[in-house]
C-alpha cells in the first residue's frame, strides 16, 4: 500500500528558530500533498495544500509567510515553521492519496515543541 | 464551507460493550471516509463509502451512509481493548481537502 514518511518524529527549538519537516511519498508519486495541524485532543485542521511546481493553497486563517511550504518534487513537501514561538506547539501531519476514491495516507506526524 | 459534525465527542464502554459514532452534514455529501488515530498515532483510513444507502463491513466494524447522504455512522460490535482510540469521519472531493469531523474518543474499561 502507499506509504507516507514524515519526519522528523518529534522537534524542540528555541522561540524564534525555525524548523523544517518533511514528507515524502514512498511508492508512489503525489502531485498534491495536504498538511494539517492538531492540537491536543482536537482533529486535525487542514492548513494547507501543496501542489508540486506551484505555490501552495492556505487555508483561511494559516499565515502563509509563517509556514512555509515548497513541493519540489512529486515525492516530497517541506513544511518550515518560520520564527517558530511556543503557540507554534502541536502535532503537525502530512497526507497523501494515490486517486480519488483511495483513502487518504499520512505521515506518522511531527510533534513541535517550541521552548 | 464543508462541514461535518460528529457526536459523542468520547465514548466510555466496558470491554464487550458495543460502540457508535456518527457523523451528520448540513449538506449531500460526494462521499465518507473513516480515519482511526490511536493515541499518540496518526490516523489510519478505514474505509470510504460513495453510495446512498450503502453499508459496508470490516470484521466487528459497520459503515453506514444515509439514504440522503448527508449522515454516516460506525458501529462497533463487542468492542476489544484494541478499539481504543478516536475515530473520525471525514469527506474529501476528487483527491482535495479532506474535511475532518470534531472526531469521537472511545475509551474501553477492560
Known amino acids: 500500500g502507499a506509504v507516507v514518511s514524515q519526519h522528523p518524529s518529534w522537534v524542540i527549538c528555541k522561540s524564534g528558530t525555525s524548523v523544517k519537516i518533511e514528507c515524502r511519498s514512498l511508492?508512489?508519486?503525489?502531485?498534491?500533498m495536504f498538511w494539517y495541524r492538531q492540537f491536543p485532543k482536537q482533529s486535525l485542521m487542514l492548513m494547507a495544500t501543496s501542489n508540486e511546481g506551484s505555490k501552495a493553497t492556505y487555508e483561511q486563517g494559516v499565515e502563509k509567510d509563517k509556514f512555509l511550504i515548497n513541493h519540489a518534487s512529486l515525492t516530497l513537501s517541506t513544511l518550515t515553521v518560520t520564527s517558530a514561538h511556543p503557540e507554534d506547539s502541536s502535532f503537525y501531519i502530512c497526507?497523501?492519496?494515490?486517486?480519488?476514491?483511495?483513502?487518504?495516507?499520512f505521515g506518522s506526524g511531527t510533534r513541535l515543541t517550541v521552548v | 464551507g464543508q462541514q461535518v459534525m460528529q457526536i459523542p465527542q468520547y465514548q466510555h464502554v466496558q470491554e464487550g460493550e458495543d460502540f457508535t459514532t456518527y457523523c451528520n452534514s448540513s449538506?449531500?455529501?460526494?462521499?465518507i471516509q473513516w480515519y482511526k488515530q490511536r493515541p499518540g498515532g496518526h490516523p489510519v483510513f478505514l474505509i470510504q463509502?460513495?453510495?446512498?444507502?450503502e453499508v459496508k463491513k470490516q470484521k466487528r466494524l459497520t459503515f453506514q451512509f444515509g439514504e440522503a447522504k448527508k449522515n454516516s455512522s460506525l458501529h462497533i460490535t463487542a468492542t476489544q481493548t484494541t478499539d481504543v482510540g478516536t475515530y473520525f469521519c471525514a469527506e474529501s472531493e476528487k483527491a482535495q481537502k479532506l474535511v475532518f469531523g470534531q472526531g469521537t474518543r472511545l475509551t474501553i474499561n477492560p
Open positions: 497526507s497523501a492519496t494515490t486517486g480519488y476514491n483511495y483513502g487518504y495516507t
Open positions: 449538506t449531500t455529501l460526494s462521499n
Open positions: 511508492d508512489f508519486q503525489a502531485t498534491t
Open positions: 463509502l460513495v453510495k446512498s444507502g
